[in-house]
């Protein structure tokens, strides 16, 4: 039985490394926050194209981590290495067929999407540069897929802090061109989060060939591409990523409506979603836990002691972001002012802020209930429970965005209505579904 103690050991690596990789995100909000709202809509825009791209791959990722966590539970330590490296050959095919679709037709697919021109021009020059992160990007999940797998996450931590510091110190010098650099605004920041992430997959490299027994997890040899165990992983994770790139594009289509409302609202927007993506790492890092807890635990054939480590995650989930987010409800001007010095912006942002804060709340057991489903393995039910929630998702921005012209903070109002949607739909699978009799 996993107590408390032993869902920290794993949750509390997961949180430190997604804060220091989140400073990725912040750093870019807050530098490009100060040099003008045209460069704060177009690394909104870029970026989240390009994390609906990543989204794909992470998805996958997280279909392997369930078999690796599940092989550790079962003893067959042997079985993991092939998982990764028919990962990582994967994921590096799909990461070329990306960055040639996007060179080829990205212009014109944003053209369609974006009304400014402004914005327009300035999110080409960041989708020009950040394309090639999906070389590092989709090898980096491959590796967090190992060491979460393995329990093993405090590489992670390391990783990101490293991740961070070159991100920060490559942001400051690239964006207003600081040290003898050039200043190259948007695209220096583009530039920066490239960078970072080839550190990130050279730190795992090693770290690996360090630490990790390669002989007791098949890690001494590169194989040849095996089809059969491609098929296997793609079983569990074609869900997961159908899932998570939905998901995400739904996001990007709430910021393509956002767009419409004006150059301010998308700032607005932009600044939120940096502040709610911030909240939001406690409750992932909990999420992250509990999925390979619970694969962990179905490997060693003891699925009647998940429901009580779903239960007791949850609520530890759920302690936390009560307290993140009533400090951010309470104190909305000074969390802001990371963002911005502009009180116009910070005014006309507090409300939305205050929204995605009772989100995150709602969130912080919705997603620990929903990411054990996936861990169970009941990844093909889990991608149901998530399209019936984005399509109530979508009709509510379609309607107060597009039809009705409602202010930005209410547009956010669909996020907690997600995550409610998300919660219910799967309490009732756990409890009504033969979700123990899944096989991977």
């Keep these: 039985m996993y107590r408390k103690r032993d869902i920290l050991k794993v949750a509390f690596p997961v949180l430190l490394s997604l804060l220091a990789q989140n400073v990725i995100n912040v750093t870019d909000t807050a530098f490009l926050g100060r040099v003008g709202e045209v460069e704060l809509g177009a690394s909104a825009m870029g970026g989240l194209y390009y994390i609906c791209a990543f989204t794909i791959a992470f998805g996958f990722s997280m279909g392997a981590q369930i078999i690796i966590g599940r092989r550790n539970g079962e003893g067959q330590f042997a079985a993991v290495g092939p998982v990764l490296f028919g990962g990582i050959t994967f994921l590096f095919m799909l990461a070329a067929g990306l960055f040639a679709f996007t060179r080829r037709t990205g212009a014109e697919l944003m053209r369609w999407l974006i009304s400014s021109e ?134 990007f289509l709430f910021f393509l409506v956002v767009e419409r409302l004006g150059l301010r609202s998308l700032a607005v927007a932009n600044i939120v979603r940096s502040m709610y993506i911030v909240l939001f790492i406690p409750v992932n890092a909990f999420s992250t836990a509990v999925n390979t807890l619970v694969s962990n635990t179905m490997g060693a054939g003891r699925s009647g002691q ?45 409300a939305s802020l205050q929204v995605v804060a009772v989100a995150t709340l709602v969130a912080s057991a919705a997603s620990v209930v929903f990411n054990a489903l996936s861990g169970a393995g009941n990844t093909r039910p889990a991608l149901v429970v998530e399209m019936a929630t984005l399509v109530v998702y979508t009709l509510f921005i379609y309607v107060a965005g597009i039809r009705m012209h409602l202010p930005v903070h209410v547009c956010f109002i669909a996020e907690p209505v997600y995550f409610a949607g998300m919660f219910a739909g799967s309490v009732l699978y756990f409890r009504f579904a033969p979700w123990r009799d899944r096989r991977i």
Aim: charged content about 15%; aromatic content about 12%; proline content about 2%.
């Design 306 to 350: 998940v429901i009580p480590l779903v239960r007791r995650t949850a609520m530890m989930s759920l302690g936390v972001m009560l307290v993140c987010s009533t400090v951010t409800g309470l104190f909305p001007h000074a969390v802001l002012r990371i963002y911005t010095n502009d009180a116009s912006l910070i005014a006309d942002s507090v």
């Design 118 to 251: 402004a914005v327009l021009e300035a999110t080409m020059d960041f989708l020009d540069i950040r394309v090639y992160g999906f070389f590092f990007s989709f090898v980096h999940v491959m590796f967090r897929a190992l060491f979460v797998g393995l329990t093993r996450t405090r590489a992670l931590t390391f990783n990101a802090l490293l991740m961070s510091l070159t991100n920060v110190a490559l942001d400051r010098a690239l964006i207003f061109g600081h040290g003898g650099f050039p200043q190259m605004g948007v695209r220096g920041a583009a530039l920066a989060s490239v960078v970072a992430e080839g550190v990130s997959v050279v730190f795992f490299l090693t770290y690996t060939f360090l630490t990790v027994d390669r002989r007791k997890y098949g890690l001494t040899r590169l194989r040849v591409f095996d089809f059969g165990l491609m098929k296997r992983i793609l079983r569990v994770s074609v869900f997961m990523m159908m899932q998570h790139f939905v998901s995400m594009s739904t996001f």
